[in-house]
């Protein structure tokens, strides 16, 4: 990996300090269930750079003995990932555990149960953040999601919420997994562009929005996936124009109307 790779996306964050702005970035892994090697590398990868993540655990496949696991991993932070994970959407539609496909109803009995046995395994450890699999959730879910504790929300790049509101959403922008190349990690050059042009995008229309999110499934990571993180975060956290956000700060906000 060449160290001239970064180069465009150092510089870019070079004219953001220059301007006094600040990157919040934050990251987040999906599809928790059980403690293993991959899992003890998520969190030996925080450790190292005191990089809190955002776990997203399926309710319903999540062993006990994730527990214990993260009880000595402090910066792995639990919240919810759906219910079972399973797919709803007919043949032909794009993957949804909650999208329009079932009543509404159903749909918000089961993140409820699901939730409960959140809160029995973890307790007040667990964050009150709903994570949609495959990033999809019908909008009048979300505007339910308060009713049931919810405060905060996380999808992807471009997911907003409909006119009822919901809670507090901060989306993942930065998937470092390549899952129609052969389901293997992002090459640096792709990310750098990638996050390049969205910076840019964001200094040149002086958006307001300074939360970048990288979006990990450490169950699914080879390594070319982990050689890619930690070499993109040894040089994002030491940008003085970077902050490594905590998601317990991020969803912290009020609930959107």
Do not use: Y
């Not at 006119?163 to 389901?183: F, K, Q, T, Y």
């Not at 792709?190 to 996050?195: D, K, P, Q, R, Y």
Request: net charge negative; hydrophobic share 45%; with cysteine.
């Amino acid at each position: 990996m060449n160290d001239a790779t970064w180069d465009p996306l150092l510089a870019e964050l070079d004219r953001w300090r220059i301007e006094g702005r600040h990157l919040r970035l934050w990251l987040r892994d999906d599809d928790a269930i059980a403690p293993g090697p991959q899992l003890d590398r998520l969190a030996a990868l925080a450790d190292r750079f005191d990089a809190p993540v955002l776990l997203a655990v399926i309710p319903h496949l999540a062993e006990p003995a994730l527990v214990p696991r993260l009880t000595r991993a402090p910066l792995l932070l639990p919240c919810q990932h759906g219910s079972r994970h399973r797919n709803h959407a007919p043949e032909g539609e794009k993957k949804a555990e909650f999208g329009r496909h079932r009543p509404l109803a159903a749909m918000l009995d089961e993140i409820a149960t699901a939730r409960r046995r959140l809160d029995d395994l973890f307790g007040p450890a667990l964050l009150p953040v709903f994570v949609p699999p495959w990033n999809r959730i019908d909008r009048e879910v979300t505007a339910a999601l308060p009713d049931l504790g919810f405060t905060g929300l996380s999808c992807f790049r471009g997911f907003t919420l409909g006119e009822r509101g919901g809670p507090a959403l901060v989306n993942s922008e930065i998937d470092i997994i390549d899952w129609h190349g052969g389901r293997i990690g992002r090459s640096a050059p792709a990310i750098v562009n990638e996050l390049t042009a969205l910076l840019v995008a964001r200094r040149e229309k002086g958006e307001p929005d300074d939360r970048i999110g990288l979006l990990l499934h450490h169950r699914d990571h080879d390594e070319a996936a982990w050689a890619l993180l930690d070499a993109l975060l040894a040089r994002l956290a030491s940008h003085p124009a970077i902050r490594l956000a905590d998601p317990r700060q991020l969803f912290s906000g009020t609930i959107a109307a």
